[in-house]
């Protein structure tokens, strides 16, 4: 597709045309994966983060974000609950903590490596150095999750203080795909100061890296950040960013995000139904699930992890789509 019917497709009001992008979506999305949706389970193992993205609610500079840590053997005892209940992907969550050192955070994916040889093990803790990428790889990880959150300069430095830097995230990826991750971008819709233009560099810049995954919600508001008073994304802006993903690299993995279905009570179905085929139910503990409050009245805080397996795993058959409990690897 041209710029000019990429920027069509990002800014439409026409919802005909938006249903036959989700229908040409979905068509792809069945050739390649057929009608199986991945379950991955969520562990927000660190609320810490030395980080201050301005969109974020568990920021450095959040005062008021309570903070917590799980300890490896309470990171363990999430893995043997997600494995009891099926689950063949663990996704270790968590801000840029700098308590969890190459050492601490290797010994720990050696440890669930350990204990379960065939599963995927996840990661999504920020940038780090390629020879920290490199010993978590050789300590049994195999993806990582590392959003770009926009591909433009210009509003890259909207959204983040100057410490943090573009190229340093588009390094990161790059690295992390050479090294053998499993590697996962992605980006927000409708962050503050985004224009169309910078979802097509988004897109651009997805074609260029060739991602294995590619995660995309919507902005919502945070409370006590700088972004706190600026509207949410649009539900169906991001559908057809998840479509024209799926369009653009059919062979991609794409989450129907939480953020998604915070934003409007059946945003995950809609997401299955423009494309995207992996979901991520919570396995943290309940107790600190309202901590890890990325943005504003989060779902799937409350209830037990069995709950929200259940509860998925309906919405996905009532959409007309298959769970799967499979490892379900790229295939990128
Ligand atoms: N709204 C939506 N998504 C957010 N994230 C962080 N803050 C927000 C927010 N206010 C997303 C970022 C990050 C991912 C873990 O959560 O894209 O990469
Ligand atoms: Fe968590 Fe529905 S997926 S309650």
Not at 13 to 26: F, G, I, N, V
Not at 206 to 228: C, D, K, R, Y
Not at 264 to 283: F, I, Q, S, T, Y
């Amino acid at each position: 597709m041209t710029d000019a019917e990429l920027l069509h497709y990002i800014t439409t009001t026409d919802a005909e045309e938006a249903e036959d992008l989700y229908a040409k979506a979905r068509a792809v999305r069945e050739k390649q994966y057929g009608r199986d949706v991945y379950f991955r389970g969520l562990i927000e193992f660190t609320s810490f983060c030395k980080n201050d993205c301005l969109y974020c609610g568990i920021r450095r500079g959040n005062a008021r974000a309570e903070r917590y840590r799980l300890t490896k053997e309470h990171i363990l005892e999430c893995c043997r609950t997600g494995d009891a209940l099926g689950f063949r992907t663990f996704v270790l969550q968590g801000g840029e903590d700098q308590y969890f050192t190459d050492e601490k955070m290797t010994e720990i994916v050696r440890a669930i490596r350990s204990q379960f040889p065939d599963h995927a093990i996840t990661l999504s803790i920020g940038e780090r150095s390629r020879e920290s990428y490199e010993a978590l790889f050789a300590a049994g990880a195999n993806r990582y999750l590392l959003r770009h959150e926009t591909a433009s300069e210009a509003h890259y430095r909207a959204m983040h203080p100057a410490a943090m830097k573009l190229s340093s995230r588009k390094d990161c990826l790059f690295t992390l795909r050479k090294i053998g991750f499993q590697t996962g971008a992605g980006f927000m819709v409708g962050s503050p100061f985004q224009t169309p233009e910078c979802l097509l560099e988004d897109l651009r810049f997805l074609e260029e890296l060739q991602p294995h995954m590619v995660g995309i919600g919507p902005f919502i508001p945070a409370s006590n950040t700088p972004f706190a008073g600026y509207p949410a994304g649009s539900e169906e802006r991001t559908l057809r960013m998840i479509a024209l993903t799926r369009l653009l690299l059919p062979r991609t993995l794409l989450p129907a995000t939480t953020a998604l279905g915070t934003l409007a009570g059946d945003g995950r179905e809609k997401a299955m139904c423009a494309g995207a085929n992996v979901v991520m139910p919570n396995l943290s503990p309940v107790n600190v699930r309202k901590l890890y409050s990325l943005y504003d009245n989060k779902i799937c805080t409350g209830d037990e992890a069995a709950e929200c397996l259940r509860c998925m795993s309906l919405r996905i058959k009532a959409t007309g789509f298959v769970p799967s409990m499979a490892r379900g690897d790229s295939l990128v």
